[in-house]
T-cell receptor
Framework: ETGVTQTPRHLVMGMTNKKSLKCEQH?????MYWYKQSAKKPLELMFV???????ENNSVPSRFSPECPNSSHLFLHLHTLQPEDSALYLC??????????????FGPGTRLTVL | LAKTTQPISMDSYEGQEVNITCSHN???????ITWYQQFPSQGPRFIIQ???TKVTNEVASLFIPADRKSSTLSLPRVSLSDTAVYYC????????????FGQGTTLQVKP
């Protein structure tokens, strides 16, 4: 247990569906992240939120829509996805703003399959 | 952010010491060297971080030469459960949270 939970753990959806991924951190951190990990590829940073404000959008298609209502919760809203969006979606959190590097704590991920 | 280069894969046997070397020729003065471990279908997990010389914790040791252009992660007496992907990252101090993961090194530990 890393203190970061993600639901659901597995999701199968059609290309016309709308679904949401949820992430919650219980660590008192102020920054949260979404990563995508496709098969045989490195993790790709998608979005960064710092104190609930989005500070990074790594050229992610608009069919992925993040939402951060507070510093403990992060959502990724999905609509009209493509089969190539099938991947493991990972959420992470960290405490940012200090002088030193702060490690990121990752959740277990949501395995998404788009049919 | 400095680019890192590490072997794609390594094999080892239980009980052996494993050393994974990472090159980061363009490391900046304020950068830390950080290693993460990832098991299949799980998120990465931080294992160790260093700036220079040697760092040791309960999981691994990290050796960094004086020029800091490379680093070596050392796993003592590996077991089957150490089979994972190991990522070397270079991260600026006062980090903005932007981690750039490469392909990592897939370590396969055999019985």
């Amino acid at each position: 247990e890393t203190g970061v939970t993600q639901t659901p753990r597995h999701l199968v959806m059609g290309m016309t569906n709308k679904k949401s991924l949820k992430c919650e951190q219980h660590l008192g951190h102020n920054a949260m992240y979404w990563y995508k990990q496709s098969a045989k590829k490195p993790l790709e940073l998608m979005f960064v939120y710092n104190f609930k404000e989005q500070t990074e959008n790594n050229s992610v298609p608009s069919r992925f829509s993040p939402e951060c209502p507070n510093s403990s919760h992060l959502f990724l809203h999905l609509h009209t996805l493509q089969p190539e969006d099938s991947a493991l979606y990972l959420c992470a959190s960290s405490h940012e703003g200090g002088p030193d590097y702060n490690e990121q704590f990752f959740g277990p991920g949501t395995r998404l399959t788009v049919l | 952010l400095a680019k890192t280069t590490q072997p794609i894969s390594m094999d080892s046997y239980e009980g052996q010491e494993v050393n994974i070397t990472c090159s980061h020729n363009n490391i900046a003065t304020n950068d830390y060297i950080t290693w993460y471990q990832q098991f299949p279908s799980q998120g990465p997990r931080f294992i160790i971080q260093g700036y220079k010389t040697k760092v040791t914790n309960e999981v691994a040791s990290l050796f960094i030469p004086a020029d800091r252009k490379s680093s070596t992660l050392s796993l003592p007496r590996v077991s089957l459960s150490d089979t994972a992907v190991y990522y070397c990252l270079v991260v600026p101090s006062g980090n903005t949270g932007k981690l750039i993961f490469g392909q990592g090194t897939t370590l396969q530990v055999k019985p």
